[in-house]
């Protein structure tokens, strides 16, 4: 008896002990570019299957690449429309973005992004500011409202709402969700260059590195300018140094960060934004105001913003290249 009883506490003190957590990475594409998770876990998931239903549902309710899905039947005037959960949280988060930023992060620019080439309608030669001003009348938040049962109502039928400058970041916070719901405690997650992480990375018993991209025209000889700790946090970058349209008939270069208030391509002062938020679908329009704004105004905004962590590269008057770096974002820089 005796034995035995010590063999049952034996198997208690065993089956008691935390199972080791093994590193898994998933990657593939997705929302039209590709994502990289890294995650610890002591059982087996089905993440597979499960990012695909979650990047279904995100095309379903706001892809204006997909024809059918919610968004695109609204801009073409269905108003027998009701969007899910989804879309009322993007629109939500969107307003909110809307109103703290001045009007600098508005959905509804979509129109005006299609026109320079950069949304999913191609875009025309050479726009002329007169073409700008007739859809300028259709641009702003305060034109449009969402129902409490799930009606998008627009002041005019040709208003035009995109969200692909936050739905990426959606999609990532939705991820992270998920993986909460499994009882995954350290992950990192990657979808087109944009992060949320949380715990740690265990095989380095560190908080998760990530890099800071320098501003560069050359997308293949990437370097990075810094290297951070992502403590439980997201991360989005915009810049203008990569992303822009060289129109092929006049050789004119379009940038893609597109000022709301003015309908025209801001290539201003700022060369790049990188933001650190609670969540990815802030840190993702944040970035995209940001660079709208400029590095005064922004600047300004960052400083009235609560969990919100930036860093600035910019041009200051002599044209010379220059950091701002909030103290948050500081505390996380690895030297």
């Not at 307003?95 to 129109?111: I, K, L």
């Not at 998920?178 to 908080?207: C, H, M, R, S, W």
């Not at 810049?239 to 004119?252: A, L, M």
């Amino acid at each position: 008896m005796p034995y035995f009883k010590s063999f049952l506490l034996l198997l208690l003190i065993v089956s008691c002990q935390p199972q080791t957590q093994e590193l898994d990475r998933v990657e593939g594409e997705a929302l039209g570019t590709t994502y990289h998770i890294s995650y610890f876990s002591d059982q087996s998931i089905d993440i597979e299957k499960s990012l695909d239903s979650i990047f279904d549902l995100v095309n379903g309710s706001m892809s204006t690449y997909q024809s059918d899905s919610d968004i695109s039947r609204i801009n073409r005037g269905e108003v027998d429309v009701k969007v899910d959960e989804m879309f009322r949280e993007v629109f939500e988060l969107s307003a909110q973005v809307y109103r703290e930023s001045g009007g600098y992060f508005d959905p509804t620019v979509g129109d005006i992004v299609n026109l320079y080439g950069f949304g999913s309608e191609q875009g025309v030669t050479d726009p002329d500011s007169t073409m700008v001003d007739s859809l300028m009348k259709f641009v702003g938040m305060d034109k449009v409202e969402l129902t409490d049962d799930g009606v998008l109502v627009k002041k005019y039928p040709e208003v035009y709402i995109e969200f692909n400058a936050i739905a990426k970041g959606y999609a990532i916070d939705a991820i992270g969700n998920f993986l909460d719901a499994q009882g995954v405690d350290n992950y990192l997650i990657e979808l087109g260059g944009e992060l949320l992480a949380k715990g740690k990375n265990l095989t380095k018993d560190t908080y998760w590195r990530v890099g800071v991209d320098a501003p560069q025209s050359d997308a293949e000889k990437r370097e990075m300018i810094a290297v951070l700790e992502l403590r439980n946090r997201a991360m989005a970058t915009s810049g203008n140094y990569r992303k822009f349209r060289v129109d092929p008939e006049t050789g004119t270069q379009y940038v893609h960060t597109i000022n709301p208030l003015t309908g025209f391509p801001e290539r201003g002062d700022l060369l790049s934004t990188t933001v650190l938020a609670p969540n990815c679908a802030l840190a993702d329009a944040y970035a995209t105001a940001f660079m709208a704004m400029g590095y005064e105004r922004a600047k300004a905004l960052v400083e009235g913003l609560q969990d919100i962590d930036v860093f600035f590269l910019y041009l200051d008057q002599d044209g010379q290249k220059k950091e701002y770096l909030t103290s948050g974002l500081q505390e996380v820089i690895i030297d």
